[in-house]
């Protein structure tokens, strides 16, 4: 798939890249799908141990690899995948309060699983998303 634009932005998404041999996201045409994104420092890698700061970072991360791809951010979001290690009411609690942040203008679908592990050892969610961003596939075109 050689034809398709792929990103890794500065910082973890080239070190994930080299690491494990995975792009941050891929352009398709209008829309940016964005690999699942976890609660690591975007310079260090290391994680957030508390639940809560681990699913903030993951959101920001998910802002970071939009932006990166050529998107405006969470506002193009229409849908998202969550994992959790474990799924309970805390890391529900802190999806919806961070849905509210980034996305207070709309409301994405959304799966939500609970799952046994996830990606690397102190990872406890995973978020990955699709955004629909029709100005930044002109651009690209353009270009």
Not at 18 to 42: M, N, T
Request: glycine fraction near 10%.
């Amino acid at each position: 798939m050689s034809h398709l634009k792929y990103y890794a932005y500065e910082g973890q998404g080239v070190a994930k890249r080299q690491q494990f041999g995975y792009s941050q996201a891929v352009r398709l045409g209008d829309r940016i799908e964005c690999s699942g994104q976890g609660g690591w420092d975007p310079i260090t890698g290391e994680f957030e141990k508390e639940i809560n700061a681990q699913i903030d970072l993951a959101f920001a991360n998910v802002e970071r690899c939009l932006k990166d791809a050529g998107g405006k951010g969470w506002s193009q979001v229409y849908r998202v995948n969550s994992y959790h290690v474990p799924i309970n009411n805390e890391a529900l609690a802190a999806m919806v309060r961070n849905f509210r942040k980034y996305m207070p203008d709309h409301q994405p679908i959304w799966t939500c699983v609970g799952v046994p592990r996830l990606g690397e050892d102190d990872m406890r969610v995973e978020v990955e998303v699709i955004a629909h961003d029709p100005e930044g596939a002109k651009a690209e075109a353009s270009a």
